[in-house]
């Protein structure tokens, strides 16, 4: 754990050893969670990380349908 401060401009700098251990690219999302952050590392490259990660074999209709009738079950509630 690590307390830090924030400069005049708002910045917080995350220690070197909590960046390495984290593997923090260049950017981060940062969650409001109410009484506190959540600071979340992002992939330098998105879409090499997801890749092989939708390996379907539907059609984009179908899936498409799919995700209509939930988000249409979703509304409902």
Do not use: C, W, Y
């Amino acid at each position: 754990m690590s307390i830090l401060e924030i400069d005049d401009k708002g910045r917080l700098t995350i220690p070197k050893e909590i960046r390495e251990s984290l593997n923090f690219g260049k950017k981060v999302l940062v969650i409001n969670a109410g009484d506190h952050l959540k600071i979340i590392p992002l992939p330098s490259d998105p879409f090499k990380t997801l890749h092989g990660a939708f390996n379907v074999n539907k059609p984009f209709r179908e899936l498409r349908r799919q995700a209509e009738l939930l988000a249409e079950g979703e509304a409902g509630k």
